[in-house]
DNA sequence: ATAGGGTTAG
């Protein structure tokens, strides 16, 4: 902001001195003014004036009137400029080769090459590094790649310059094996010693998915500044490699090298692409303890590991943050905000945000529609979805899931069942995986077992674990046995780890007093040396998040919370609330019965908010798997019971417990 | 007095 500012004053220096000074602006003056000129209008007025003092075909002041057009975008005036030119020499060719190449005009810049050759002028290695690069920067990656290709085969041997905007390209359009072949030459070059060559070859084999070769490289070249920590970051983070680069970052750190907002933007960035939710909110502390400030890019890469730890008060200041800093403006910081207060429990502050959002997004919509659906808001998700059509923004795939999941949420299948046809009748859109996952819960929360299982063998592709244990989950409501063992079967298959599937069939069985049934599953789980699940949730006290699991007695204040879920446990049968033992929803942890102290991880977390928070304090907790019967019970005793507000967000949506009622109506 | 490079984002 601050340099555009000092470039304005500049240029209206510039402009004064054009017009007050009597002497005319000579061939010498000309260059310099037009090297220091920022915006078009100031280059048109000293083009004016050149015009005027009979310079403007000056060999210098022309090339430069040319290279100031082209690196401020005014490509056509460059044009006029350069035809205009009696001697048009390899630079000004180059010049405006590189400011078509920079606009995508690949066809003109070719022309120009041609052009260039039949009137007797060569083009150089600046030429070519000029076509890549402008044609890799504006985007036309495969362009830049075909330019390299040719400008090898004409005899070019590209240089470090050339060989790091190649690089850049290759790895936007995935071809490892240009890649590879431009390493063997960076080798066989001895360009490999340039810094920029080693964050390009790092870049992309991180692009093209080869994180073994990013270690590779960096190894090999002892280099470590600031471009090849980001670089290194960003590529490990891409290949799922978050170990490798939290280690690399921190050795960058005690090095001493001295990194920058990106940097730490990359390795926050990695850890929440990653699931890494609470190292993130770490680093993002431990960045501006180093006196780094985090910027409009850093906020929407942090907020969504505030908001899957459900740390309001973190997201609450990032927001505060962000009205200081003016990000709020910003589509991505704003759909960020939003997506992080749903996710917190805060849907009407998500909703605020939302209608505060200038120029919103497809993402900015799926944010708030998402978020009503989260909390099973369907007449709200589904006005905002009527909305955003009237606002002409188009819904896509992500929309529709949103939609569906909030239809199903609340029960309104029919409803639900519209929207999937019209996503494809009206809005051209094929179902994915995702949207039959949305419509199998549909179904199946109807009852309509039958109809799922239907539109499942209907699919035009093969069904996944999500659609499988969809219906596995219904199947448990409903009590519908032969299904769930299809089901089961399924998923057996095709995800032999996942324990939570084991566990249902066996909950399903023993529901139905099948012990055979529980005994055979479980014995196909131990042969399998698979182990439960652990449930774990979190909570934030006083600005910190606690994290508590089943069966993890390690937090210091175990022994009061123990106690205290002990004297409600006795509160709740005094008062006959008894849990239903034919009530066990969705009980994927499955406690070992004659075990009294294995509690589920969200009694854990909400004893402990009880006894660490003032009475009447809402309460919120989320938490890994989905509740199980037996908690949710709980929750609406202690709501009650306590007087407290308790919102628990499980892997599927948000119960809002109050006065010993929850929102989603006993069904999820 | 006139030409060229790498890294971050829902």
Request: proline content about 3%; overall charge neutral; glycine content about 8%.
């Amino acid at each position: 902001m601050l340099k555009k500012k000092k470039m304005c004053q500049h240029s209206n220096t510039l402009l004064h001195f054009l017009r007050h000074v009597s002497f005319p602006p000579d061939a010498h003056l000309l260059p310099s003014a037009l090297k220091s000129c920022h915006a078009q209008p100031l280059a048109r007025a000293l083009h004016a004036a050149a015009a005027v003092s009979g310079l403007a075909e000056d060999p210098f002041v022309a090339s430069s009137l040319l290279h100031t057009y082209i690196r401020l975008g005014a490509t056509s005036a460059a044009r006029v400029v350069f035809e205009r030119m009696p001697d048009k020499s390899v630079v000004g060719w180059s010049a405006l080769i590189a400011g078509y190449s920079a606009r995508g005009d690949a066809e003109v810049a070719w022309g120009l090459l041609e052009r260039m050759r039949s009137a007797g002028v060569e083009p150089n290695v600046i030429t070519w590094n000029g076509l890549v690069s402008g044609l890799n920067r504006s985007g036309s990656a495969l362009d830049a790649v075909k330019a390299l290709v040719r400008m090898h085969g004409e005899g070019f041997l590209p240089d470090a310059t050339g060989v790091s905007c190649a690089l850049s390209a290759v790895g936007d359009v995935k071809e490892v094996s240009v890649g590879e072949q431009l390493h063997g030459y960076v080798v066989k070059a001895g360009c490999r010693l340039d810094q920029h060559v080693v964050t390009a070859l790092i870049d992309m084999y991180g692009k093209c998915g080869r994180a073994d070769e990013i270690s590779h490289v960096f190894y090999e070249s002892s280099h470590m500044d600031v471009a090849s920590c980001n670089a290194l970051v960003a590529g490990l983070s891409r290949n799922a490699q978050v170990s490798e680069a939290l280690l690399l970052f921190s050795e960058f750190v005690s090095r001493g090298v001295e990194l920058n907002v990106v940097s730490w933007t990359s390795i926050v960035a990695c850890c929440v692409q990653n699931g890494k939710d609470l190292e993130a909110v770490d680093l993002f502390r431990k960045m501006q303890s180093k006196g780094i400030e985090p910027n409009s890019v850093t906020i929407p890469c942090v907020l969504p590991a505030f908001a899957n730890v459900a740390a309001l008060m973190h997201g609450r200041s990032a927001h505060c943050f962000s009205l200081r800093k003016g990000f709020l403006h910003d589509v991505y910081v704003g759909s960020a905000l939003v997506d992080m207060y749903a996710k917190c429990g805060k849907v009407r502050y998500a909703r605020t945000i939302f209608d505060a959002i200038p120029s919103k997004n497809t993402v900015s919509w799926n944010a708030i529609i998402g978020g009503y659906a989260m909390h099973g808001e369907a007449a709200n998700a589904v006005q905002l979805f009527c909305l955003m059509q009237k606002c002409k923004q188009k819904p896509d795939l992500v929309t529709f899931t949103c939609v569906i999941s909030a239809c199903g949420q609340a029960g309104l299948t029919e409803e639900g069942r519209h929207y999937f046809n019209e996503m494809q009748h009206s809005h051209g859109i094929s179902p994915r995986m995702e949207h039959y996952a949305c419509m199998v819960t549909l179904l199946g929360r109807a009852g309509k077992l039958d109809e799922a299982y239907d539109l499942i063998n209907e699919m035009p592709f093969e069904p996944d674990g999500c659609i499988w244990g969809s219906l596995l989950g219904s199947c448990r409501v409903y009590g519908n046995v032969f299904l769930a063992e299809v089901a089961a079967e399924k998923l057996f298959e095709l995800e032999p780890e996942n324990t939570g599937n084991y566990v249902l069939l066996s909950n399903i069985y023993a529901s139905k007093k099948m012990w055979d049934g529980v005994n055979r599953v479980r014995d196909q789980m131990k042969n399998m040396g698979l182990k439960k699940e652990k449930g774990c949730s979190w909570i934030e006290i006083k600005n910190k998040v606690h994290m508590l699991s089943a069966g993890d007695s390690s937090h210091p204040m175990m022994t009061a919370i123990t106690e205290k879920l002990k004297q409600l446990t006795i509160e709740m049968s005094r008062l006959g609330f008894a849990p239903s033992t034919d009530f066990v929803l969705h009980d994927v942890e499955e406690q070992e019965k004659d075990d009294i102290l294995a509690v589920h991880s969200e009694k854990l977390a909400v004893a402990l908010g009880l006894i660490s928070t003032s009475p009447g304090t809402p309460l919120r907790v989320i938490k890994n798997l989905r509740i199980c019967g037996d908690c949710h019970e709980a929750m609406k005793f202690i709501s009650c019971f306590e007087g407290r507000e308790i919102s628990v967000r499980d892997t599927n949506r948000f119960h809002h417990f109050k006065d010993g009622k929850c929102s989603c109506g006993d069904y999820w």
